[in-house]
Every structure is written in structure tokens, then in C-alpha cells.
């Protein structure tokens, strides 16, 4: 029988009450328990931007890297003049479909760095 999140398992007669937590609740518990939460929060963020990127910005995707998720500010590495270009000229249409997502943390500001 399940449930939202509860499972319950009938064994010979006995019954045991088992609850399943999404993986992501507890990652931010084992990050809490190291001091590791912002870093944690960052690779989230910029996994999740980086997906994002693949399915609405395909064509940009491979030039565009979210490297760095930092109190608000994500940094995104770009791979040439062209792709930082671009990415500039959609930085306002981006952060308004950032807003929609089902974000951790809010995106408040996005910074543009070249790669080396």
C-alpha cells in the first residue's frame, strides 16, 4: 500500500511502517552535518541551469558552462566572444525562465566569464 512517501510492508502477519525521503532532502542533510550546504546548493544550482540550457537554448548549450552558484550570482564560463555575446543578449529572457523553475535558491544576478 502506498501512500505520500509511506509504504507499508505486511510480513507473516507482522506489519512495519517504512518511509521513503527524496534523495535530495537527504543530500542537504549529509551536506549540513559536513558544513558542505553551499557547496552543495551551488552544484545543484548549476546542474540544474545547465539542463536548463540543453532543453531551451540547445543551440547555445555547448558554449555556455554554469560554473559557480554564489548568494545569489551564478557565474557562467563562456567558451568565445560569440557565445558570451549571446548569452548577454538573452541574459534578461533567461532570468525570467529561471524564475519559473523549480529552483533551490533564486537567481538574483547572472556574471559572464570567459574561458581561459
Not at 58 to 72: L, R
Not at 77 to 92: I, K, M
Request: charged share 20%.
Amino acid at each position: 500500500m502506498k501512500g505520500n512517501n509511506l509504504t507499508t510492508i505486511s510480513l507473516s502477519g507482522t506489519t512495519a511502517r517504512m518511509t521513503f525521503e527524496p534523495a535530495g532532502n537527504f543530500l542537504f542533510a549529509a551536506a549540513k552535518k559536513y558544513n558542505l550546504e553551499s557547496q552543495a546548493l551551488a552544484g545543484i544550482i548549476c546542474e540544474r541551469v545547465r539542463t536548463f540550457f540543453i532543453q531551451e537554448f540547445s543551440e547555445f548549450s555547448h558554449g555556455w558552462e554554469p560554473i559557480k552558484f554564489d548568494s545569489g550570482e551564478l557565474t557562467i564560463q563562456v567558451s568565445d566572444a560569440a557565445a558570451g555575446s549571446a548569452l548577454f543578449l538573452r541574459t534578461h529572457e533567461i532570468m525570467e525562465q529561471l524564475e519559473k523553475q523549480e529552483l533551490p535558491a533564486k537567481i538574483d544576478q547572472i556574471l559572464i566569464a570567459r574561458s581561459s
